[in-house]
């Protein structure tokens, strides 16, 4: 393994873009999927991940509800409470009535227009917590309630892998990879998991490795002199076999992504481009502006599901929240401006019904895209009082046990991809522990 991470850091000084391949017919072991979704039309997941995880309860505000109203989160927020004049209103079909921040009109006419939902209240869960009675009877360490609940860094793992209280070497999104592989993807010439390097664990499965495309796209073999006079050189390098099975299975992925690299340049540089306007100095929409492209050619890359991973760093703002430049506020901001350029993009493309985006690490949650039922909330949004009169309150400060489990989350999204049910615990482990495994938000 020594070697290999060696000969990677070498080449990464000429290989911008170096993609792993996806094992061909990685079904295998897992099972068959549905016999009906196989080969079907085409589909993408695409997660947007909140890097240090959002404060969801200053991004969806209830303003009159039937359970609270503006003036109980405005007493628990304190401080930090939004003005509810500034509000974007929604509603539920219950007729509840919430506000997102100022900064999200993007989010909310997507949202009234029926194009985004919100999921309420998701977090690690191995089984249902009801409330804070059923949380503490377990000791720490106990297998029924994840570890470290609400420390960040222990979610920031176990949000990817869906493993709340153990170690994974693989995550979700590349768990799921692994299952569709062989039915939708098995002649694919790219990888199916497709991030710009700031993926984690989510990305990776047992047969399964991401593709690397930075968001100004893959930019091949560069350095001093010609990209040509460089790329014989390293292909001589890659060719050379010198006995070492473990440095040419090394040579054999570098060589893979090389040619993986300037086939979707090949493609990318051919295809249309995209009208919509993605906002500039705006990292989260180069990202989805990149995930567009190759959205538009993937019948070109023979891939009939794709997942791809973005990235929004800096929601841990902590007592900078409200902070104008580097608190929550530009963040939302960014993500709203960022999404709804995306969607725009995949009716643009053709494609809004086959592509759902959706934000993982907080509390509540978007799903956009032409598939999802929305216009609505999903799951619980939880009473936001503290101390004794909340019963999911764990510390009287405002710590919340989810009402919804991040499994639930993820496998409605894994069964709209065309995994059936009976095979989501190899996706999600703790899945069955759940009656509830389709929240409906997909339609």
């Given at each position: 393994m020594n070697i290999i991470k060696t000969r990677r850091d070498f080449l990464k000084i000429g290989v911008k873009t170096l993609t792993a391949a996806t094992a061909v017919g990685a079904v295998g072991k897992f099972g068959a999927i549905n016999a009906w979704a196989a080969n079907g039309p085409y589909q993408a997941l695409?997660?947007?991940?909140?890097?240090?995880?959002?404060?969801?309860?200053?991004?969806?505000?209830?303003?009159?509800?039937?359970?609270?109203?503006?003036?109980?989160?405005?007493?628990?927020?304190?401080?930090?409470?939004?003005?509810q004049g500034t509000l974007l209103p929604v509603m539920t079909k219950k007729g509840d009535t919430y506000g997102l921040p100022p900064n999200m009109?993007?989010?909310?006419?997507?949202?009234n227009a029926g194009h985004a939902a919100i999921l309420a209240n998701v977090g690690m869960l191995v089984i249902p917590l009801p409330d804070k009675n059923a949380y503490n009877q377990y000791p720490a360490g106990s297998p029924n309630v994840p570890v470290n609940l609400f420390s960040h860094s222990d979610q920031t793992s176990q949000w990817q892998t869906a493993q709340p209280n153990g170690v994974s070497a693989t995550g979700w999104g590349g768990r799921l990879a692994d299952i569709v592989q062989g039915a939708y993807n098995g002649s694919g010439q790219y990888p199916s998991v497709v991030n710009d390097g700031g993926c984690g664990q989510f990305c990776i499965g047992s047969q399964t490795l991401p593709g690397v495309v930075p968001s100004q796209g893959p930019a091949g073999l560069t350095g001093v002199g010609s990209d040509a006079a460089r790329q014989q050189g390293i292909q001589q390098l890659l060719t050379f076999d010198n006995g070492l099975q473990l440095v040419q299975a090394a040579n054999t992925i570098a060589n893979r992504g090389i040619s993986q690299g300037a086939l979707l340049n090949s493609l990318l540089a051919s295809a249309p481009a995209l009208q919509t306007v993605f906002p500039s100095a705006n990292p989260l929409a180069d990202q989805l502006k990149m995930a567009a492209q190759i959205i538009g050619v993937h019948s070109q890359l023979s891939l009939g599901r794709q997942i791809f991973f973005c990235s929004l760093g800096g929601f841990d703002t902590h007592s900078g929240q409200l902070n104008d430049y580097t608190g929550q506020t530009p963040l939302l901001l960014q993500l709203s401006q960022a999404l709804g350029a995306f969607y725009s993009a995949t009716v643009e493309l053709g494609v809004a019904q086959n592509v759902t985006a959706f934000t993982s690490w907080g509390s509540h949650h978007f799903v956009v895209?032409?598939?999802?039922?929305?216009?609505?909330?999903?799951?619980?949004?939880?009473?936001?009082?503290?101390?004794?009169?909340?019963?999911?309150?764990?510390?009287?400060?405002?710590?919340?046990?989810?009402?919804?489990?991040?499994?639930?989350?993820?496998?409605?999204?894994?069964?709209?991809?065309?995994?059936?049910?009976?095979?989501?615990?190899?996706?999600?482990?703790?899945i069955n522990n759940f009656s509830s495994q389709n929240l409906g938000f997909l339609g």
């Open positions: 695409v997660c947007i991940y909140l890097s240090g995880g959002n404060d969801a309860h200053n991004m969806v505000i209830p303003l009159t509800t039937s359970q609270q109203s503006y003036a109980a989160y405005a007493a628990s927020r304190q401080s930090l409470a939004l003005a009109p993007e989010l909310q006419a997507l949202y895209g032409g598939s999802v039922a929305g216009g609505d909330i999903y799951g619980a949004y939880p009473l936001l009082s503290l101390g004794g009169s909340n019963p999911l309150d764990v510390t009287g400060r405002g710590s919340l046990i989810p009402t919804t489990a991040v499994d639930q989350y993820a496998a409605t999204l894994a069964q709209w991809f065309g995994v059936s049910p009976a095979i989501l615990p190899t996706v999600l482990p703790n």
